[in-house]
């Protein structure tokens, strides 16, 4: 049913090399390598000083990768580097940027050991004035096949002043952008039970998102942004904002309902229930839902394309699982797969 490539657009990567130098910095601890596991400075995680990160052998290894993959059912990972490795909360602007652009660097090193199954997203680092110019980097110099960007940086929300010449780079080159929430919203409240990334993440996704319509930059410029977890909480706000748009002047920000915004975003596939599947695809329709695991985290979808096939009709999965090709910019063989 499948009319080109099975492509995951959240697949996340942790290359060595950076791993490597931050050790060299202080920044990073590999002394639990063997138990999959890996301490970051909080300047580089955004997370507390005593917390160990996952390090499955996939987040580095190519060839784990691969066979995990072909497990799968799964041609081709949108590989981007994890929020843990984006700086987003470092209060160092220089360390910040060396921190992205070696990862961005890393990437694009790793994705080059299997071209024909692996493309990378560059980090923008957000917040910075510098975020553009990165994000040229990625796609001209290192030749990535589009960009991801965490939900704030530098202590701004993604509608500040310093991102417009980045929105306007991804606007005039229609480049296929990965929005990955980088934080989490009160973490006072949300540091229990492993909130942060089970109703933070979907919390901030939301509020970026919201941030960037109601901000204007959705109407300013158009480029195809794509949501985590099938856009975390802002699929079922849709109704309260474009209520709020209308009735309320403080929200009456821009010219159109934001439904409109909402509908024209891309959403993945990472919501782990077949009826919230099902309803997004219905609001959306299935050319915006792409599929995508959060792979190799342990919170990722395990069996990617058995779960969206068993959740929509046959003719929406081919869509969905295959039409991210076109917005990467992968040519699609022609005949039968």
């Not at 929020?83 to 160092?92: T, V, Y």
């Not at 940027?97 to 070696?102: D, G, M, S, T």
């Not at 039970?193 to 996704?205: A, K």
Request: glycine share 8%.
């Amino acid at each position: 049913m499948n009319p080109g490539p099975i492509i995951d657009v959240h697949a996340h990567a942790m290359p060595m090399p950076v791993l490597e130098w931050l050790q060299d910095e202080g920044l990073c601890d590999l002394g639990e390598l063997s138990d999959a596991k890996v301490w970051l400075d909080p300047r580089v995680s955004g997370v507390g000083p005593a917390a160990k990160l996952p390090l499955p052998r996939m987040m580095y290894d190519v060839r784990s990768r691969l066979k995990a993959m072909d497990a799968a059912g799964v041609d081709i990972h949108a590989v981007s580097l994890p929020p843990f490795l984006m700086a987003s909360s470092c209060p160092d602007p220089d360390l910040a940027l060396e921190i992205v652009r070696r990862g961005n660097d890393a990437l694009a090193e790793l994705v080059g050991i299997a071209p024909d199954r692996l493309v990378a997203l560059g980090t923008a680092p957000v917040g910075l004035d510098v975020a553009a110019d990165e994000a040229r980097r990625c796609l001209d110099d290192l030749g990535m096949a589009g960009i991801a960007i965490g939900s704030q940086g530098a202590g701004k929300d993604l509608d500040a002043e310093v991102n417009e010449p980045l929105w306007a780079l991804l606007a005039e080159r229609r480049v296929f952008t990965f929005l990955h929430p980088s934080g989490s919203p009160n973490p006072e409240r949300t540091g229990d039970f492993w909130f942060p990334q089970l109703v933070g993440y979907p919390m901030e996704t939301a509020l970026a998102a919201s941030r960037l319509i109601f901000g204007g930059v959705t109407s300013r410029h158009r480029f195809p942004l794509c949501l985590a977890h099938g856009g975390g909480c802002l699929p079922s706000l849709r109704g309260r904002l474009s209520m709020g748009w209308d009735r309320k002047p403080q929200a009456h920000t821009i010219d159109d309902d934001p439904r409109n915004h909402i509908d024209e975003l891309y959403y993945d596939t990472a919501v782990f229930d077949a009826d919230l599947l099902r309803s997004l695809v219905a609001q959306v329709g299935p050319e915006h839902v792409l599929m995508g695991t959060d792979f190799p985290f342990d919170l990722a979808e395990r069996a990617p394309v058995q779960f969206v096939e068993a959740s929509v009709e046959p003719q929406q999965a081919a869509i969905v699982l295959s039409s991210a090709a076109k917005l990467l910019g992968i040519e699609i063989a022609s005949g039968p797969r």
